[in-house]
């Protein structure tokens, strides 16, 4: 899991650093994974998630609610890594875990 967490860490850093990943709008403020409620799901949105999960920052139930991208009534960095993996392009919807091959190294 140390590894994992480290994984997702280096992978935020450096989509950050190139100014994220925006798959574009996608609506209301309940979009799954969309943690900022900008409208779109972006690497920010996987850094609160992750920031949260290391309880560095804390998330409205709300933000709780966007960011819980596995559906299991938790936000850590797995949920972190499923909006990586939606942003780049690995997987396809944030609605349906495991609905998708890109799921396959998460559950």
């Given at each position: 899991?140390?590894?994992?967490?480290?994984?997702?860490?280096?992978?935020?850093?450096?989509?950050?650093?190139?100014?994220?990943?925006?798959?574009?709008?996608?609506?209301?403020?309940?979009?799954?994974?969309d943690?900022d409620?900008?409208?779109k799901?972006?690497?920010?949105?996987?850094?609160?998630?992750?920031?949260?999960?290391?309880?560095?920052?804390?998330?409205?139930?709300?933000?709780?609610?966007?960011?819980?991208?596995?559906?299991?009534?938790?936000?850590?960095?797995?949920?972190?890594?499923?909006?990586?993996?939606?942003?780049?392009?690995?997987?396809?919807?944030?609605?349906?875990?495991?609905?998708?091959?890109?799921?396959?190294?998460?559950?």
């Amino acid at each position: 899991m140390k590894r994992l967490n480290i994984l997702v860490s280096i992978v935020i850093v450096c989509a950050v650093a190139l100014g994220g990943f925006a798959l574009g709008a996608l609506g209301s403020s309940s979009i799954a994974g969309d943690v900022d409620f900008d409208g779109k799901v972006t690497a920010e949105d996987a850094l609160l998630v992750l920031r949260a999960s290391a309880d560095l920052d804390m998330l409205t139930a709300e933000q709780r609610k966007a960011a819980d991208v596995t559906y299991d009534s938790k936000v850590n960095s797995v949920d972190a890594l499923r909006i990586l993996l939606y942003i780049s392009g690995n997987i396809s919807d944030l609605g349906n875990i495991g609905s998708e091959e890109g799921d396959d190294i998460i559950i």
